[in-house]
């Protein structure tokens, strides 16, 4: 497909609900990257200061009276401003995410590498901050899953999920598939979408990078699961994995498997500890050597020393609680959404926090 002329590179677009801690941040870390003319933002129905705070960045700012949804708004403010029509690429991003100076530069070159035009979308790497054992324990998470699994997934081309605050996508993709609605992962239910419309390849890219905000808190991790999991599951459903004969439904499957392994290990260890630790603690020690020092120490210390968070070794410990309650989140999710077929699961919101001075979320 031919692209229009005089189209300028990339246009941002930024859904928002009741941002304001963060929104201000999130603007203005872009004032070294892309103009304030290319920097839209759609105001989900907001009750805050989310709309006047935008105003004063960038005029282009959509205001829903009611609320869409992430999906739904998104759709309506590319369709509203035009943007599939005056832009090569659409790179939506979460309030509370922060691009390096580096991300675009680097994703477009693999656009740019692409004669045949057969790339729909890159997917950058997502950072986050360690500031307690619960940020610890998500940006150890990150570097596993992308370091192996995202970039595993990209050779074979069974890439699992195209995060929304990373992903930057050829602008008509995004008119020919709108975000879909209707599950609590609207980027995952899009990259399911691409995969069985066999619309082209993804791309990763770990040297496009982007800083989010990770919960701080057991109770808000706990909620963040409780919505990835159910989208997960809802997913499964909704494009009928594992049944499309494509690699994604391989490694949908693997995943899911491995997961409700593990959901069940825990359930089952958590039955029967009492009697083991009363009867027979010894049988614990083989597989608890294993794990730690075949996987989980190995691991802490790379991601440890790559983003030179050399404290993250010392929550070791609160891993292993973390992992537990992961587990038995996904457990509990493939219950309600495909043994009980409850899709009907909402989303509450997670608590928003200002970042700190920007040198401390360098994403460099």
């Not at 029509?85 to 070159?109: K, Q, V």
């Not at 691409?194 to 390849?201: C, F, I, Q, T, V």
């Not at 009980?340 to 040198?359: G, T």
Request: glycine share 4%; charged share 20%.
């Amino acid at each position: 497909m031919k692209e229009p002329a005089g189209r300028y590179s990339v246009a941002i677009i930024i859904p928002a609900h009741n941002e304001e801690s963060v929104i201000d941040g999130t603007i203005r870390s872009l004032d070294k990257i892309i103009p304030a003319e290319h920097i839209y933002v759609v105001d989900d129905c907001s009750t805050d200061q989310t709309r006047s705070i935008a105003l004063n960045h960038t005029p282009h700012v959509l205001s829903l009276r009611r609320k869409h949804g992430k999906a739904r708004a998104l759709n309506r403010a590319i369709r509203y401003f035009g943007l599939a029509g005056r832009y090569r690429y659409i790179a939506p991003l979460d309030a509370d995410t922060r691009m390096s100076e580096s991300f675009i530069p680097n994703i477009i070159r693999q656009f740019r590498k692409d004669r045949q035009r057969q790339i729909v979308c890159v997917v950058g790497r997502i950072l986050g901050r360690m500031t307690n054992p619960v940020t610890a324990y998500r940006m150890w998470e990150y570097e596993v899953a992308q370091s192996i699994h995202k970039r595993a997934q990209a050779v074979i081309g069974s890439v699992v999920v195209c995060p929304g605050c990373a992903t930057v996508y050829r602008s008509e993709i995004l008119m020919k598939y709108p975000f879909p609605a209707g599950t609590m992962t609207e980027d995952m239910d899009l990259t399911f979408l691409l995969h069985r419309r066999a619309a082209g390849k993804i791309v990763y890219t770990g040297s496009a990078t982007v800083m989010t905000q990770d919960p701080r808190t057991v109770r808000d991790f706990c909620r963040q699961l409780q919505r990835w999991y159910t989208g997960f599951w809802q997913n499964v459903r909704k494009h009928k994995i594992p049944w499309g004969g494509q690699l994604l439904d391989a490694e949908v499957g693997m995943l899911a498997i491995e997961g409700l392994f593990n959901g069940l290990l825990m359930l089952a260890l958590t039955s029967v500890l009492p009697y083991i630790l009363l009867k027979r603690p010894t049988v614990l020690i083989v597989p608890a050597v294993f794990d730690m020092f075949l996987f989980m120490l190995p691991t802490v210390i790379i991601t440890a020393l790559r983003r030179r968070s050399y404290r993250m070794i010392i929550f070791l410990p609160h891993f292993y609680l973390l992992r537990f309650l992961s587990s038995l989140i996904f457990l509990n999710s493939f219950m309600s959404v495909v043994i009980a077929s409850d899709l009907r699961a909402k989303w509450r919101k997670l608590d928003r926090y200002a970042f700190r001075e920007d040198k401390e979320y360098s994403t460099q």
